[in-house]
Structure formats: C-alpha cells, structure tokens
C-alpha cells in the first residue's frame, strides 16, 4: 500500500504557497497527499470564510491537480478539529499496516507537545516536516518532549516513509515563497490588488465573486 500523506489547515484561503508544499510532497514521497480542511482549528481562532467557502476553493484549486486530494472529515465532525480523532479513524479505514504521515510545517512540529494526545498521535503516523531557508529544523533545538523520543527516527531516505505504517521523521526542504494566508486576507482588506497573483485564477475569481476577505 502506498503511503498517504494529511495536510491539515484551515485554508483561509488556500494559496499557491500551500500547492507548492503538497505537490513537493507528492513527488519526492510518492505518495497521494490529502488536504484536510479544519472546522474548527483548536490553535486558532474563527476562520474569515465559513467551512463551505474553503471547501469549494480547494475544491477549485485542486480541479486539474493528479495526486492530490480533499478530505472532508473534520468538515463532518462536531467541535474542534484535533488531529488525533481523524488519525485514528484513517487507521480504523486503512487499517494498522497502511503507510501514513501528516504533513507540518518546522512551526506546528515545533509545536507538537502541545497538541491533544500528542504521544499517541506520534505512534500512528510519519511525520514530513516542510523546511525553509533560515527554519531549518535542528536537532538540539527540539523542545525537550521531542528531543527525548527522537532518536531513531529522523529519515534521510523518503522510501524508509513507504516501508512502514509509522513512526519515522522526515525533513522535506522547501524554496522560501512570499504566500501566506494571512498576508493574502491583509492585502484584501486594504484593496491591493497583488494577492490575485498567489493564489490560482478560479480560487481569485471566486474571492471576487463572494467578495470575501474585505473590510466590513
């Protein structure tokens, strides 16, 4: 079985930044990469767009993308989106055997120790870190919860990700990109007209279309 790869986020909205990252993915890993929209991000506070309004410009966005997919189950689930509740539920669909890793930024693995069961997470999954220049992740930087539990699992090799269901670490080096969500809603609100380049013309057209992210 071939591994699968989780992005999750709350895509807000999703940009060309977030392509990039999961076509890297899927190439270099071989793998199918799914992007997992949240419903309610526990990191986070309330998205800008409702659920709906993100779902369909992923849903534009990923319209002539070969390997890339959407998964909709924390759209579906009540309360805060927490990784481990959809990990465990791809484990009782796939089954304990089948290759599966959730990809993250350095910041959100960085972060890990604060997640919701964050140990019993870490036992079901790979984990493929993207790595940008000046964020490259060292391993005496780690926090000390995960410096404690990572030796034996950093990988060099992507297919080591394909030949076991979980456990391993993985750094996947990224080219630094100007997109981020959050510079992309700024630019909306202040009516700039730059951020139509950093995301894919129907997912821009769309924004127009439901005028979303503007002030008031």
């Known amino acids: ?6 992005y999750g986020g709350s895509f807000d ?48 966005a ?4 070969t ?9 579906q689930r009540e309360g805060p989106s927490y990784s481990i509740d959809s990990v465990l539920a791809l484990r009782t669909e796939l089954g304990q ?12 693995f960085l972060s890990l120790p604060s997640w919701r069961r964050w140990r019993e997470l870490l036992a079901q999954v790979h984990i493929v870190i ?24 950093w990988q060099c090799q992507p297919q080591a990700l394909q030949q076991t269901a979980a456990g391993y670490w993985y ?8 997109e981020s969500s959050s510079a992309l809603r700024r630019a909306l609100e202040q009516g700039l007209s730059h951020w139509q380049q950093w995301t894919p013309a129907a997912v821009a057209q769309y924004i127009n279309a439901h005028q979303l992210y503007r002030r008031g």
């Open 1 to 6: 079985m071939s591994l699968r790869i989780q």
């Open 13 to 60: 909205p999703v940009h060309c930044g977030h392509l990039a990252l999961a076509r890297t993915a899927r190439d270099t890993l071989r793998a199918t990469v799914h992007f997992m929209p949240a419903a309610d991000p526990p990191h986070k506070g309330p998205t800008a767009a409702d659920a709906m309004q993100r779902l369909d410009m992923l849903r534009l």
């Open 62 to 65: 990923l319209a002539d993308e």
């Open 67 to 75: 390997g890339l997919a959407i998964d909709i189950r924390e759209l």
């Open 97 to 108: 055997d089948a290759p599966l890793a959730l990809l993250l930024g350095a910041d959100s």
């Open 130 to 153: 993207a790595e940008r220049p000046g964020n490259v992740l060292a391993t005496q930087a780690l926090p000390p919860e995960l410096a404690a539990i990572s030796q034996g699992r």
């Open 171 to 178: 750094r996947l080096p990224m080219p630094l990109r100007p």
